[in-house]
C-alpha cells in the first residue's frame, strides 16, 4: 500500500516529551516527513499551529518552512479518548478551515469521527498524509524481540508464505515492512526430517540478505522464534505495480520501458546468483515512488523452493496467470530453470501494455490452463494500436512455450525495445543517483542453481488481432 514518504527522525529533548511509551494508550506515527511521533497519554490532544496546541505544527522545522505551513488551521483538529456505554474510543474532530480526513475521507468542519487502530490521518488534502494512529489496546501479540526495536502497525499485504506489515522502528519511526512468515508452511522434501527445515530455511534468508542490487528490496534484519519468521525489510511508499497498473489503466510505453528495464537487470541479477524467483508478477514488484518514472523493487522471492507444489499452484499464484507452461505441465512436480521467471516477464509486460493479462478464465472458448500451454494469446487491434512493433515482438520472444526457444535476459536486454539509449540513462540514474554515490554491483559468487531443465513444451499457437473478449482478472479496471 502506497503512503507519503517517511522520513527518519532524530528526536530533540523538547520532542523526547512527547514519548511516553510506558503509560500510553496509543500512539500517531509519522507518515509524511514533516511531522514527528507522539504517544498518547492525555485524554485530550489539541493538533495545529498555534503555539497553545498540545502538538503545535510550528515546533518542527521541516514543517514551518514548508509551502503550505499556513494553510493549516491554527487549531487544526481535536483528540480524545472517551468511555462511554458500549467502550473506550479514541474520537477525532475535525476543527480546521481547510480540512482533516481518515482515510482519505473528509471529516468534515466540527464533525467527529471514531478513530479506528491503523487509520491515517491527512491534512489540506487526502493524499497529504501525516500520521498513523496505533491503539496499544487493540494490537496483536508479537514476540519481544520484534517489538523492542519496532513498533507494528498494519497489514499491508500478503503472499504464499505470510502476511506484509508497515513497522517503525522506535526512536526513529522510519517505516520498515515486517513479512512475516510462518515455518508451519514449509514442506518436507528429499527425505529431510521436519526440524531440519528451518535451518535451510535461515540459510535462504541469509542469501537474501547478502543481495546487493537497488532494485531488489533490501533485506535489513531477520528474527527467527521457534515457530516464526520475521524479516525486515526496505519500505516502498509508491507501492505495488499492480496497482499502479489498476489505477492508469495502463502504462504509457515509455514509462513502462524504464520501469521494466529494471525488471530485467534485477531477475538477471538474481539468476546470476542461483536464485530463481518463481513467483513474478506485479504485485511482487514495488515501486519506490509514486512517480511516474521511479526505481522498481522486485521483492518475495527465495522462499518459494521450500513451499511444496500444490501449495505454490494454490496458495503462491491463486489462478496460474503469471505461470511459465512447463509448471503447469508437471502440475507444479517438475524441475524448471530460470526461463520461468522470462515467461512471468513477458506476462508481465503485456499487462504493463494493455491494462490486462494475456491469459485469462474469462475467455470461455478455451480453459485457462489451456490457454497457457498452448501459448495462446492475441494483441487485438483496438487494444494494441498505441504500441510499437518491437515491444509486441519482445512479449511474444518472451511467451514462448518450449522454455527452449523462449528469449534470455541477456538477450532481452539486447531486444531493440530496450536497447535504448534514453531509457538506459533514464533507469541508470533512477538505480545510482548521484548523491548516493553508489556504483553499479559487479557480480558475486553464484551459487549453484537448485534446478534442470524442464523436458516438457508444446507446439506454439499465438493468434494474433484476435476478437477475443476481455481477458483481465476481476481487479483490472474494465476495457475501453
Given at each position: 500500500?502506497a503512503t507519503?514518504e517517511?522520513?527518519e527522525f532524530?528526536f530533540s529533548d523538547?520532542?523526547e516529551?512527547?514519548?511516553?511509551k510506558?503509560?500510553?494508550?496509543?500512539?500517531?506515527?509519522p507518515?509524511?516527513m514533516?511531522?514527528?511521533?507522539i504517544d498518547?497519554?492525555k485524554?485530550?490532544?489539541?493538533?495545529?499551529?498555534?503555539?497553545?496546541c498540545?502538538y503545535?505544527?510550528?515546533n518542527?522545522?521541516?514543517?514551518k518552512?514548508?509551502p503550505s505551513?499556513?494553510?493549516?488551521?491554527?487549531?487544526h483538529?481535536?483528540?480524545?479518548?472517551?468511555?462511554t456505554?458500549?467502550?473506550?474510543?479514541t474520537?477525532?474532530e475535525?476543527i480546521?478551515?481547510?480540512?482533516t480526513?481518515?482515510n482519505?475521507?473528509?471529516?468534515?468542519?466540527f464533525?467527529?469521527?471514531?478513530?479506528?487502530?491503523?487509520d491515517e490521518i491527512?491534512f489540506?488534502?487526502?493524499?497529504?498524509k501525516?500520521?498513523?494512529?496505533?491503539?496499544h489496546?487493540?494490537g496483536d501479540?508479537f514476540?519481544?524481540?520484534l517489538?523492542?526495536n519496532?513498533?507494528?502497525s498494519?497489514?499491508?499485504?500478503r503472499?504464499?508464505?505470510?502476511?506484509?506489515?508497515?513497522?517503525?522502528t522506535?526512536?526513529t519511526?522510519?517505516?520498515?515492512?515486517v513479512?512475516?512468515?510462518?515455518k508451519k508452511k514449509f514442506?518436507v522434501?528429499?527425505?529431510?526430517k521436519?526440524?531440519q527445515?528451518p535451518?535451510n530455511?535461515?540459510n535462504e534468508?541469509?542469501?537474501?540478505?547478502d543481495?546487493?542490487h537497488?532494485?531488489?528490496?533490501?533485506v535489513e534484519?531477520v528474527i527467527d522464534t521457534?515457530d516464526?519468521?520475521?524479516?525486515v525489510l526496505?519500505?516502498m511508499k509508491?507501492g505495488?505495480?499492480f496497482d499502479?497498473v489498476?489505477?492508469?489503466?495502463?502504462l504509457e510505453?515509455?514509462s513502462?520501458?524504464v520501469?521494466f528495464?529494471q525488471m530485467?537487470?534485477?531477475?538477471?541479477y538474481?539468476?546470476?546468483?542461483?536464485?530463481?524467483?518463481r513467483?513474478l508478477k506485479?504485485e511482487?514488484?514495488?515501486?519506490s515512488s509514486?512517480?511516474?518514472?521511479?526505481?522498481?523493487?522486485?521483492t518475495d522471492f527465495g522462499?518459494s523452493?521450500?513451499v511444496?507444489?500444490?501449495?505454490m499452484l494454490?496458495?503462491?499464484?491463486?489462478?496460474?496467470?503469471?505461470?511459465?507452461?512447463e509448471?503447469?505441465?508437471t502440475?507444479g512436480?517438475g524441475k524448471?530453470?530460470k526461463?520461468?521467471?522470462c515467461?512471468?516477464?513477458g506476462?508481465i509486460?503485456?499487462?504493463?501494455?494493455a491494462?490486462y493479462?494475456?491469459?485469462?478464465?474469462?475467455?470461455?472458448?478455451?480453459?485457462l490452463p489451456q490457454?497457457?500451454?498452448?501459448?495462446?494469446?492475441?494483441?487485438?487491434?483496438?487494444?494494441?494500436k498505441?504500441?510499437?512493433?518491437t515491444?509486441i515482438d519482445?512479449?511474444k520472444?518472451f511467451?514462448?512455450?518450449?522454455?527452449e526457444?523462449r528469449?534470455t535476459?541477456?538477450?532481452a536486454?539486447?531486444h531493440d525495445?530496450?536497447?535504448?539509449e534514453?531509457?538506459?540513462?533514464?533507469a541508470?540514474r533512477?538505480?545510482?543517483?548521484v548523491s548516493v554515490?553508489m556504483?553499479?554491483?559487479?557480480?558475486?559468487k553464484?551459487r549453484?542453481?537448485q534446478s534442470s531443465s524442464?523436458?516438457?513444451?508444446?507446439?506454439?499457437?499465438?493468434?494474433?488481432?484476435g476478437e477475443?473478449?476481455?481477458?483481465k482478472?476481476s481487479?483490472?479496471?474494465s476495457?475501453?
Amino acid at each position: 500500500m502506497a503512503t507519503q514518504e517517511v522520513t527518519e527522525f532524530q528526536f530533540s529533548d523538547d520532542e523526547e516529551s512527547l514519548i511516553n511509551k510506558d503509560t500510553s494508550w496509543g500512539q500517531l506515527l509519522p507518515l509524511g516527513m514533516h511531522f514527528c511521533a507522539i504517544d498518547l497519554v492525555k485524554e485530550k490532544y489539541v493538533f495545529g499551529r498555534g503555539d497553545n496546541c498540545d502538538y503545535c505544527f510550528g515546533n518542527f522545522g521541516q514543517l514551518k518552512n514548508h509551502p503550505s505551513f499556513l494553510s493549516y488551521s491554527n487549531n487544526h483538529f481535536i483528540l480524545t479518548r472517551e468511555k462511554t456505554s458500549t467502550g473506550t474510543f479514541t474520537f477525532l474532530e475535525d476543527i480546521s478551515s481547510n480540512g482533516t480526513f481518515i482515510n482519505g475521507v473528509k471529516v468534515g468542519k466540527f464533525k467527529k469521527q471514531v478513530l479506528n487502530n491503523n487509520d491515517e490521518i491527512s491534512f489540506l488534502h487526502k493524499k497529504n498524509k501525516a500520521f498513523l494512529y496505533t491503539d496499544h489496546t487493540d494490537g496483536d501479540q508479537f514476540p519481544t524481540e520484534l517489538t523492542e526495536n519496532y513498533t507494528i502497525s498494519k497489514m499491508i499485504g500478503r503472499g504464499a508464505c505470510g502476511e506484509v506489515r508497515l513497522a517503525f522502528t522506535k526512536g526513529t519511526c522510519r517505516a520498515v515492512a515486517v513479512k512475516i512468515v510462518s515455518k508451519k508452511k514449509f514442506s518436507v522434501k528429499n527425505g529431510r526430517k521436519q526440524n531440519q527445515i528451518p535451518n535451510n530455511v535461515m540459510n535462504e534468508v541469509q542469501v537474501m540478505k547478502d543481495l546487493k542490487h537497488p532494485c531488489i528490496i533490501k533485506v535489513e534484519e531477520v528474527i527467527d522464534t521457534p515457530d516464526t519468521l520475521y524479516i525486515v525489510l526496505e519500505y516502498m511508499k509508491g507501492g505495488e505495480l499492480f496497482d499502479r497498473v489498476v489505477t492508469e489503466g495502463k502504462l504509457e510505453e515509455a514509462s513502462a520501458k524504464v520501469l521494466f528495464y529494471q525488471m530485467v537487470v534485477a531477475v538477471k541479477y538474481l539468476h546470476e546468483q542461483g536464485i530463481t524467483h518463481r513467483d513474478l508478477k506485479p504485485e511482487n514488484v514495488l515501486l519506490s515512488s509514486e512517480e511516474r518514472e521511479t526505481v522498481v523493487k522486485v521483492t518475495d522471492f527465495g522462499l518459494s523452493k521450500f513451499v511444496d507444489a500444490n501449495t505454490m499452484l494454490k496458495t503462491f499464484c491463486g489462478t496460474p496467470t503469471y505461470l511459465a507452461p512447463e509448471i503447469l505441465l508437471t502440475v507444479g512436480s517438475g524441475k524448471y530453470t530460470k526461463a520461468i521467471d522470462c515467461w512471468s516477464l513477458g506476462v508481465i509486460l503485456f499487462i504493463c501494455l494493455a491494462g490486462y493479462p494475456p491469459f485469462s478464465d474469462e475467455y470461455k472458448d478455451m480453459p485457462l490452463p489451456q490457454q497457457i500451454v498452448k501459448g495462446r494469446y492475441s494483441f487485438p487491434r483496438e487494444h494494441w494500436k498505441g504500441v510499437s512493433e518491437t515491444a509486441i515482438d519482445l512479449i511474444k520472444k518472451f511467451l514462448k512455450v518450449d522454455p527452449e526457444k523462449r528469449i534470455t535476459l541477456e538477450q532481452a536486454l539486447n531486444h531493440d525495445w530496450l536497447k535504448d539509449e534514453d531509457t538506459i540513462a533514464k533507469a541508470q540514474r533512477l538505480m545510482y543517483p548521484v548523491s548516493v554515490n553508489m556504483l553499479p554491483p559487479h557480480n558475486q559468487k553464484k551459487r549453484s542453481h537448485q534446478s534442470s531443465s524442464g523436458e516438457n513444451s508444446n507446439d506454439e499457437t499465438i493468434v494474433n488481432g484476435g476478437e477475443n473478449p476481455s481477458s483481465k482478472r476481476s481487479k483490472f479496471p474494465s476495457m475501453a
